[in-house]
């Protein structure tokens, strides 16, 4: 009873890499429909499902309408790469902070594999500033990526904020799509 596929992408690479952990603060770019943010309520326990658990929070962010989901909070019609809205999503999270930003986000296809490339890439650079404004030391990124002549600048950029970078291509992802995820954790926090 997921709203999506997708789901079983995040449950794979969480299964392998325990990303999710009760209590944790989560942001899920490019949310809608929402499987995603299904999976992370389920794993940090936003919604207070085991109250022996501490409760996690959930916010999810779309250019699309996302239908309501018990222990999300979601910023529907929101582009997650502009700066007022990443302005409001701090103001969502606990603290200000997150442990872990998931991207699911890509831009409508074009159908000309570089161009789409280099969109995405772009979109992941966003979520870089992000990353420096919300997360957590010690937090995580996941982010899709096309693959492409830029994934190595991109793999770079994180391996300098990231003590541990790898590229992943979950079982569950199409096998003839150029779709990858980035998994970049151990955020260092730069020195101010
Ligand atoms: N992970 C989602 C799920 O499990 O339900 C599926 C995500 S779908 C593959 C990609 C989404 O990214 C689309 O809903 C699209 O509207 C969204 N998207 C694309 N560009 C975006 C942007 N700049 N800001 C927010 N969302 C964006």
Redesign the pocket.
């Known amino acids: 009873n997921?709203?999506?596929r997708?789901?079983f992408k995040?449950l794979e690479i969480d299964d392998q890499f325990r990303l999710l952990q009760p209590g944790h603060s989560v942001v899920?770019?490019?949310?809608?429909?929402?499987?995603?943010?299904?999976?992370a309520v389920q794993r940090v326990n936003s919604a207070g499902t085991d109250p022996e658990l501490p409760r996690g929070t959930v916010v999810g962010?779309?250019?699309?309408h996302i239908p309501p989901l018990d222990g999300a909070h979601f910023l529907s019609c929101?582009?997650?790469?502009?700066a007022a809205?990443q302005a409001r999503l701090l103001e969502l999270l606990p603290a200000g902070r997150a442990h872990v930003i998931?991207s699911?986000?890509?831009?409508?296809a074009s159908g000309f594999r570089d161009l789409d490339h280099e969109k995405l890439v772009t979109?992941c650079l966003s979520l870089i500033d992000l990353a420096e404004k919300a997360l957590l030391p010690g937090g995580a990124l996941l982010c899709?990526y096309w693959d492409g002549a830029l994934a190595h600048s991109l793999q770079a950029r994180l391996c300098g904020m990231f003590g541990n970078v790898r590229s992943l291509k979950p079982d569950a992802s199409r096998k003839d799509s150029a779709e990858r995820y980035f998994l970049a954790r151990v955020y260092r926090e730069p020195a101010r």
């Open positions: 997921f709203r999506c997708s789901a995040l899920d770019c490019g949310a809608a429909p929402g499987a995603w943010s299904q999976v962010i779309d250019l699309l929101h582009d997650a790469t502009d809205t998931l699911d986000m890509a831009p409508n979109m899709k």
